[in-house]
């Protein structure tokens, strides 16, 4: 699975590529330059086009590093884990792909649901995802859904999450206009009872949450990773979130459900 998202990547970049290459080579012959002085202004065109190339590049070199690897899937549950690695994918809806630090694959939270209009916004840019309602998935490595998730609001975020069997599970609530430099929020149960408060950082994203009682539910540092794992996970930035083992079946599902939309939102404005 991880070869097969550093191919994906590369796939998309030689897309864009050639995207980008068309709207260079329209643009001149409607605008030919005339000058040399025009001729090396039109050259900053060309910065994108390497800009993608060198990321197609790179993906392909760390494909070829990868590809021979023997990753087996999971043998355990995203919900017995007491880590995660989140690795956004590429695509052109938002996914996050779940493993754990060995590089076992755990499962995939996508995009389920989007108004038809936004589609062509979210095709542009995917931060348009924060403007109108929208339904995410995760899917264990066997194809099952494991929870999901809706979100709303604009001022407020309400997220709704439903556990496997589709039923309400809990809410967590978002102030957006005060989440710049510090996101905060309340995870809820179903009853509308507070189950855990939520700080995080609104520039790096790190946070770690604990209770009333001080035990501590999850923690993420940015740029923190285990250097023996690097090898595999070769990307300068590498998401590890590591879990508390100790709760409940429903709170740790409420806990990775939120956890799973703070990485899929930070995705979408980064």
Same mark, same amino acid.
């Given at each position: 699975m991880i070869a097969d998202m550093y191919k994906r990547r590369e796939k998309l970049a030689y897309s864009l590529t050639g995207v980008l290459i068309l709207v260079m080579a329209g643009y001149l012959?409607? &605008?030919?330059? *005339?000058? #040399?002085? *025009?001729?090396?202004?039109? !050259? %900053?065109?060309? %910065?994108?086009? @390497?800009? +993608? %190339? +060198? @990321? !197609? !590049? #790179? $993906?392909?070199?760390k494909y070829n590093k990868v590809k021979d690897l023997s990753i087996p899937e999971s043998s355990g549950s995203l919900l017995e884990a007491d880590h995660v690695v989140w690795k956004a994918d590429s695509g052109k809806l938002p996914r996050l792909l779940a493993f754990e630090k060995n590089g076992a694959y755990f499962g995939m939270l996508k995009t389920e649901k989007l108004p038809w209009w936004l589609y062509p916004l979210v095709f542009y840019r995917k931060s348009f995802l924060s403007l109108a309602p929208s339904t995410y998935s995760f899917y264990t490595k066997d194809g099952d859904k494991l929870f999901s998730f809706t979100r709303n609001g604009f001022k407020e975020t309400k997220v709704t999450i439903f556990n496997q069997e589709g039923h309400h599970a809990g809410t967590y609530i978002q102030e957006e206009f005060k $989440?710049?430099?510090q996101v905060k929020g309340e995870i809820m149960d179903e009853d509308e009872q507070r189950v855990l408060s939520v700080k995080a950082s609104g520039t790096t994203g790190?946070? #770690?949450?604990s209770d009333e009682e001080g035990h501590r539910w999850a923690h993420f540092y940015n740029g923190r990773f285990p250097h023996e794992y690097t090898e595999l996970f070769r990307d300068v930035d590498n998401d590890i979130v590591e879990l508390s &083992? *100790?709760? #409940?079946w429903k709170n740790k599902q409420l806990l990775l459900a939120v956890v799973s939309f703070l990485f899929i939102n930070r995705s979408l404005n980064g």
């Open positions: 012959l409607l &605008n030919r330059p *005339e000058t #040399s002085q *025009e001729w090396l202004e039109a !050259a %900053v065109l060309l %910065v994108p086009v @390497i800009f +993608m %190339v +060198m @990321i !197609a !590049a #790179s $993906s392909r070199h $989440s710049l430099f790190d946070f #770690s949450l &083992n *100790e709760l #409940s």
